[in-house]
């Protein structure tokens, strides 16, 4: 008898629930206002996205070759896209006076799965900034490459789509942070009641 004593039953969690509904609601409204408050006091993030095609000079693949040697390549070239060399031709090539690591945490770079094209992004605050940084990093980093195979042959790497707009807005985003604070607030209303 004295275990029962503890046992709350369904019916007073909803008793409780509605008695309080008041701080629920008012906990829920200040978490939303917070959310949406804090959203807009961030500085507002663009990104710009280019493509770039990985092959070569004269044919797909040398005499006797592997054909999914641009393939097992591209990874590679995605890696050195983002990598201190680029980064700081593009600072040279836009005189933008900052600091390679400053360029390289705004890029991302990933090769698209079974292809030879590597997606190449620049997130920052200013968005016709990121769409001219992300398209000098394509052609800084196709300039390199032809520095480095001078041969007919050998690899290139071309900007096969580049960044033509300025960057979109990605964040912050208002009604998602939003609807966290909701949520968590709503929690946060229901644990205290």
């Known amino acids: 008898h004295a275990e029962d004593d503890y046992v709350i039953s369904l019916r007073d969690v909803f008793r409780i629930l509605s008695t309080h509904a008041w701080l629920i609601i008012l906990v829920g409204v200040l978490a939303l206002g917070s959310a949406v408050g804090l959203s807009f006091l961030q500085t507002p993030q663009y990104q710009s996205s280019i493509t770039l095609l990985v092959g070569q000079e004269r044919g797909i693949i040398g005499s006797g070759g592997d054909p999914n040697i641009l393939q097992l390549l591209s990874p590679t070239m995605a890696t050195a896209v983002a990598s201190e060399p680029v980064a700081e031709g593009v600072d040279k090539k836009l005189d933008l ?5 400053y ?3 705004g890029l ?3 090769h698209v799965t079974d292809t030879q ?4 992004s620049y997130t920052g605050s200013d968005p016709e900034e ?4 992300v398209n000098a990093f394509g052609e800084v980093f196709s300039e390199k490459i032809s520095e480095l195979s001078p041969n007919a042959e ?3 790497v071309t900007v096969w789509r580049p960044a033509t707009s300025p960057g ?3 964040s912050p985003n208002p009604v998602r942070n939003g609807l966290f604070g909701l949520a968590g607030g709503i929690v946060l ?5």
Do not use: H, N
């Open 103 to 105: 360029l390289l945490a």
């Open 97 to 101: 006076r900052t600091s390679p690591e």
């Open 130 to 133: 990121t769409q001219r940084i």
């Open 189 to 193: 209303g229901i644990g205290l009641a």
């Open 117 to 120: 094209f590597v997606e190449v």
């Open 168 to 170: 979109t807005r990605i």
């Open 108 to 110: 991302t770079a990933e």
């Open 154 to 156: 050998t690899l290139t």
